[in-house]
């Protein structure tokens, strides 16, 4: 099939202006709100090599964009922000300064296989925090991120959060062994209930607790996980009591009421080792980001250090953003030979107060009445010139 | 009360479903189903369903048009999308089942399957360890073997009637099929009260 010249690839858009617009808003906005928090804002290169960053990524290998460096070794296009980080921060430079805070506003890439409505590249925003394995580091992310949800104005909010740790704690208590937990966890994230009823017929668990295992998808507080918990386990009771103080902590940052503790809530994301979250808003029919603990990620790097952050999508966010922003003031100026140097000072003029203006010779527009549409004022350079 | 848009397929499975929802106490107009539009409202409950072709209502779903939506497993399992299944409706009960002339062997070479499940063909047979050809259709499948198109068919059995008037023969079973009760990953949590009390709601209604 030839290719059409209009034609893009597969999930590859063009921000036309007003989107373009949006989105450097957004951006500004964002990572103003990370920079207060005291994070620090980097870029990392946009190819990356398959063996490192194309295998920790985490991401589906079908998913990643592949080419061949002239020494033929595979490259991707980058396919997350955070196995990046955790290899710049693992790195000489930074070793010594930890905990480190990272921030990043970047475009990764995914292939998409299916239909239309899914871009391959997109803009991610985020932060991580490596170094810190407290309590306090989970909870200073996830307030962040909701702050910057708040601030953008995402309407009716939510985050859910799990605990991968925990999870995996009492599927053992329920007498799995880790290849039937790692199944019962892969339907628990696709929430696949008929799923997760089916296989528990299957599974050694005893009969009075079959019930208890059932629920585990229902939880929304913290205290609904109680039920779970196995007192006589000092690592669950020590998590359990983290899951309270967390609550806490967060209650505290106002975020009480958007928050749904699921125990079941479990990520893809195989690198996610305790605490893990996702966050959620109106307008978007897909999670707008999402984000956790990855002690285990920074391991790989040869870095024995606790680490958390999220990402949020950009595209996503835009969908989810209902405040209508106030139009701008645009003016524009239509100048011909004779009034060519009072245009070109009333623009000057204009633009040092700090406003927009557009300085058009007029005789070079086609469709007039068209064009002058597009501005909040015009003024004609006969104007400028009677004075 | 949040508005809950759902997704049905027409025909058979919305009338199973209509009674269903009906029976569990939700207050819906008396004739849904029988006009050609496409959106009706039932504003007693402040559900709004969207009538789709069955392969279709994933799709709606996942990319968060309607909040929850009623799917065969069938096309589940052929299109993998991105959606919670959170009850299985025990309605439109059939299985996915391959079939072909009695007494026939697949060619050993190229072995082809005529199907309108791709997907599902293909990973069946693959976790057999045997490399197929798939031949997509999209209706009267059963033809297929009858006119040397290809050695199997993979399709939906419901009574085994089709097959049997056609002379066609069932030779292994792939998966058992029901209808589900679907949301999307979003909805479900921005509207979690409310789904959650339609699935148990609905499930005392599949108990029964």
């Known amino acids: 099939m030839t290719i059409e010249m209009f034609e893009k690839p597969l999930g590859m858009r063009d921000d036309f202006p007003l989107i373009a617009k949006q989105k450097a808003d957004l951006k500004k906005q964002g990572t103003q709100l990370i920079e207060r928090a005291g994070y620090e804002l980097l870029q990392t290169p946009t190819l990356e090599y398959y063996e490192t960053i194309g295998k920790i990524s985490a991401i589906s290998d079908d998913a990643l964009f592949k080419l061949l460096d002239s020494q033929g070794k595979t490259l991707v296009l980058r396919p997350d922000m955070t196995s990046p980080i955790a290899r710049v921060a693992a790195s000489k430079l930074l070793r010594e300064k930890m905990p480190i805070r990272l921030g990043y506003y970047s475009n990764v890439f995914r292939a998409q296989k299916r239909e ?272 | 009360m949040d508005e809950l848009t759902i997704a049905m397929p027409k025909g058979r499975i919305f009338e199973e479903a209509y009674e269903l929802l009906v029976g569990a106490g939700y207050d819906l107009p008396k004739e849904l189903d029988d006009s050609r539009k496409l959106i009706v409202e039932a504003p007693n409950e402040k559900f709004r369903f969207i009538l789709a072709k069955p392969m279709d209502v994933p799709t709606y779903v996942e990319h968060g048009v309607a909040d929850i939506g009623i799917a065969g497993k069938d096309v589940l399992l052929e299109h993998d999308r991105d959606v919670h299944e959170l009850l299985d409706l025990g309605i439109s009960e059939c299985y996915i089942a391959t079939a072909g002339l009695p007494d026939t062997e697949m060619d050993e070479v190229t072995p082809r399957i005529a199907t309108k499940y791709p997907a599902v063909a293909s990973h069946y047979y693959r976790s057999k360890g045997e490399q197929v050809e798939i031949i997509e259709l999209n209706g009267s499948i059963e033809l297929a073997p009858l006119i040397g198109l290809s050695d199997r068919i993979v399709d939906i059995v419901s009574t085994g009637r089709t097959l049997k008037d056609n002379g066609l023969v069932e030779y292994e079973k792939i998966a058992d099929i029901t209808s589900r009760l679907i949301a999307n990953p979003v909805s479900y949590r921005l509207k979690q009260q409310r789904i959650t009390e339609l699935v148990d709601k609905l499930r005392e209604q599949v108990g029964r």
């Open chain 1, 116 to 387: 239309g409505g899914r871009p391959a590249e997109f803009e991610q925003m985020g932060v991580e925090l490596i170094g810190d394995d407290s309590l306090y580091a989970d909870a200073e992310v996830i307030s962040l991120a909701w702050d910057i949800l708040k601030e953008l104005g995402v309407g009716s909010a939510r985050i859910v959060i799990g605990h991968t740790r925990l999870l995996e704690l009492i599927l053992a208590d329920f007498g799995l062994d880790a290849e039937q937990s790692g199944k019962v966890r892969e339907l628990f994230v696709a929430k696949n209930g008929v799923g997760v009823e089916q296989l528990a017929k299957e599974l050694p668990i005893a009969e009075g607790k079959l019930a208890s295992f059932l629920k585990l998808m229902q939880a929304t507080t913290v205290a609904d996980w109680k039920h779970w918990i196995n007192e006589e386990n000092e690592e669950q009771r020590e998590l359990y009591r983290d899951m309270e103080r967390l609550e806490g902590l967060l209650g505290r940052n106002g975020l009480g009421d958007a928050i749904t503790f699921d125990i079941s809530f479990s990520s893809h994301m195989t690198y996610y080792t305790g605490l893990v979250f996702e966050f959620y808003g109106v307008g978007s029919g897909f999670p707008l980001g999402s984000g956790g603990r990855y002690d285990g990620l920074m391991e790989q790097f040869g870095l024995q250090v606790g680490a958390t952050g999220f990402g949020l999508r950009v595209d996503r966010l835009l969908e989810s953003v209902t405040a209508e922003k106030a139009e701008q003031p645009h003016t524009l100026i239509l100048f011909d030979e004779q009034s060519e140097q009072h245009a070109f000072d009333e623009a000057q003029q204009i633009r040092n107060a700090g406003n927009r203006v557009t300085l058009q010779y007029a005789p070079a527009v086609k469709a007039l009445e068209s064009f002058t549409a597009l501005f909040t004022e015009v003024i004609r350079g006969e104007e400028l010139r009677n004075g």
